[in-house]
T-cell receptor, first 113, second 115 residues
Framework: EAGVVQSPRYKIIEKKQPVAFWCNPI?????LYWYRQNLGQGPELLIR????????DSQLPKDRFSAERLKGVDSTLKIQPAELGDSAVYLC???????????FGPGTRLTVL | DQQVKQNSPSLSVQEGRISILNCDYT??????FLWYKKYPAEGPTFLIS???IKDKNEDGRFTVFLNKSAKHLSLHIVPSQPGDSAVYFC??????????????WGLGTSLAVNP
């Protein structure tokens, strides 16, 4: 069974540039999560989708971050414009509704110069 | 304010011995707890979980103990192997029935198992 796929794995951009991350969850997983993880920290939830509906985006900085999951399968997270403080690993995870564990992708390491 | 606390940033253990990783929480509404393991350049991998109706859950070499009155849980790895060297995250959820859609994470403990 294929796991959660994320691309790109690494991205280096200059501040004020836009950037996008893509995630394809495990087939059949209704719930999709985007997390941000800074060095030495645990993952911080940015947004959670149930199918195509964003049910928790309270931690998403909406002035510069946006996300979509149009067909309830894969998802894109965008930052525009990026700031130096956005440098982090962006993790995507998915889970079956009402099942405990979340399955994580390898993450995208973003460096903003 | 950190609701899930892993007070030991690192731990070093000899191969074959027991590794004990600790986690404390402050929110009494948490009733489902998970441990994840993370290798460098990979996403976290689910390891083991425990519901608040239990005080112990075991899976092979991994056992999680929950002390609700102390708001404390621990992960025991016996025997420890070099491949267990990773960062271990404790996470908690305020949902019940194993519905861990919202997880609150600790900062992680880096475990090194020495051959």
């Amino acid at each position: 069974e294929a796991g959660v796929v994320q691309s790109p794995r690494y991205k280096i951009i200059e501040k004020k540039q836009p950037v996008a991350f893509w995630c394809n969850p495990i087939s059949g997983h209704n719930t999709l999560y985007w997390y941000r993880q800074n060095l030495g920290q645990g993952p911080e939830l940015l947004i959670r989708y149930e199918n195509e509906e964003a049910v928790d985006d309270s931690q998403l900085p909406k002035d510069r971050f946006s996300a979509e999951r149009l067909k309830g399968v894969d998802s894109t997270l965008k930052i525009q414009p990026a700031e130096l403080g956005d440098s982090a690993v962006y993790l995507c995870a998915s889970s079956l509704v009402r099942v405990g564990e979340q399955f994580f992708g390898p993450g995208t390491r973003l460096t903003v110069l | 304010d950190q609701q899930v606390k892993q007070n030991s940033p690192s731990l070093s253990v000899q191969e074959g011995r027991i590794s004990i990783l600790n986690c404390d929480y402050t929110n009494s509404m948490f009733d489902y707890f998970l441990w994840y393991k993370k290798y460098p350049a990979e996403g976290p991998t689910f390891l083991i979980s425990i519901s608040s109706i239990k005080d112990k859950n075991e899976d092979g070499r991994f056992t999680v103990f929950l002390n609700k009155s102390a708001k404390h849980l621990s992960l025991h790895i016996v025997p420890s192997q070099p491949g267990d060297s990773a960062v271990y995250f404790c996470a908690a959820s305020p949902d019940n029935a194993g519905n861990n859609r919202k997880l609150i994470w600790g900062l992680g403990t880096s475990l090194a198992v020495n051959p």
